[in-house]
């Protein structure tokens, strides 16, 4: 059975940085691809950004140069750098691996940011 924790969110202020980690139990380049979510109150949960096995990144556009995602293969760690924090990033960050047979949820770290 895998499991991801999350980790490194808390509260900060606008236009400061948090990088939030997800560490795997088991190998991530076993998965198709590593993905950050985050779903504010009362809002549905939406695609944050996403790294393939293969490197390639995508990312929502309200994020487009203010987050980066990145993995570590040999960690097992997957990361999302984010910078120039708006209090419309608040949210409960969550991480997923896409894997053959079935997806992987984390239980999620949560990102508070004051104006």
């Known amino acids: 059975q895998v499991q991801l924790v999350e980790s490194g969110g808390g509260l900060v202020q606008a236009g400061g940085s948090l990088r939030l980690s997800c560490a795997a139990s088991g190998s991530i380049f076993s998965f198709n691809a590593m993905r950050w979510y985050r779903q504010a109150p009362g809002k549905q949960r939406g695609l944050v950004a996403g790294?393939?096995?293969?490197?390639?990144?995508n990312y929502a556009d309200s994020v487009k140069g203010r987050f980066t995602i990145s993995r570590d293969n040999a960690k097992n760690t997957v990361y999302l750098q984010m910078n120039s924090l708006k209090p419309e990033d608040t949210a409960v960050y969550y991480c997923?691996?896409?894997?053959?047979?079935?997806?992987?949820w984390g239980q999620g770290t949560e990102v508070t940011v004051s104006s």
């Open positions: 997923k691996a896409d894997g053959n047979f079935r997806d992987y």
């Open positions: 790294i393939s096995r293969g490197g390639r990144t």
